[in-house]
């Protein structure tokens, strides 16, 4: 059964702080791994990656996948209070569906 | 708007009741997925249509039954449900079965009573 493990579940930082989110995973015949933003209710996406050691990047958000160790991190800097958000962590491999993690709520305060 | 929508945003019902949850799309995708997210547990997939046919059904009870006339609409029908199943109703689409995520709608915020 594919299995996504997000660390930490919650975290509280300060406005201006540097975050780092974690994903493992276990997908039998990996495609590929997907991170989404929560605010309010629909998951907006992030990034999708599939080749291990390339760095995604939008703005003061990045994410990078290793294929060897099964994880990706999700990196946001300077944050800011709009980043409080649920970051959900997903992957799709030969079950075609994607499998979600719990997620990491982050609570950004001024 | 992400283009997926869902109505109603909000749904209280008592335990007899039969309501029906409603998802529209208009992005060309071919799949489309119902999915529950419960406080502090992982999004849950419950039903899977891949071209208008339903190719996954994740052990739902039958108190959930999910219709899909045509590749933009998707239908969730409920009745006699329990407390338990109050939660985020959230419905997604995409181009292709998973490979290049999904699109979200808003959800439904379902009460059970």
């Known amino acids: 059964e594919d299995k996504v493990v997000q660390s930490p579940l919650s975290l509280v930082v300060h406005e201006g702080d540097t975050v780092t989110l974690n994903c493992s995973y276990e997908v039998t015949n990996f495609r590929s791994l997907l991170w989404y933003k929560q605010e309010k209710k629909a998951p907006t996406f992030l990034f999708m990656l599939?080749?291990?050691?390339i760095e995604k990047k939008s703005g003061r958000l990045s994410s990078i996948l290793d294929k060897k160790e099964l994880f990706s991190i999700l990196n946001i800097t300077a944050t800011q209070t709009g980043d409080s958000a649920v970051y959900l962590c997903a992957s799709s491999g030969s079950a075609r569906q994607l499998t979600f993690g719990s997620g990491t709520q982050l609570t950004v305060l001024p | 708007e992400t283009g997926v929508t869902q109505t109603p945003r909000h749904l209280v019902m008592g335990m007899t009741n039969k309501k029906s949850l409603k998802c529209e799309q208009h992005?060309?995708?071919?799949?489309m997925y119902w999915y529950k997210q419960s406080a502090k547990k992982p999004l849950e997939l419950m039903f899977v249509?891949?071209?208008?046919?339903?190719?996954e059904n994740n052990s739902v009870p039958s108190r959930f039954s999910p219709e899909c006339p045509n590749s933009s609409h998707l239908f969730l029908h409920l009745h006699t449900l329990q407390p338990e199943d109050s939660a985020l109703y959230l419905c997604a689409s995409s181009q292709e079965q998973g490979a290049r995520g999904y699109t979200f709608g808003s959800g439904t915020r379902l009460t059970v009573v």
């Open positions: 992005l060309g995708h071919n799949a």
């Open positions: 249509y891949s071209l208008e046919e339903r190719v």
């Open positions: 599939t080749s291990s050691g």
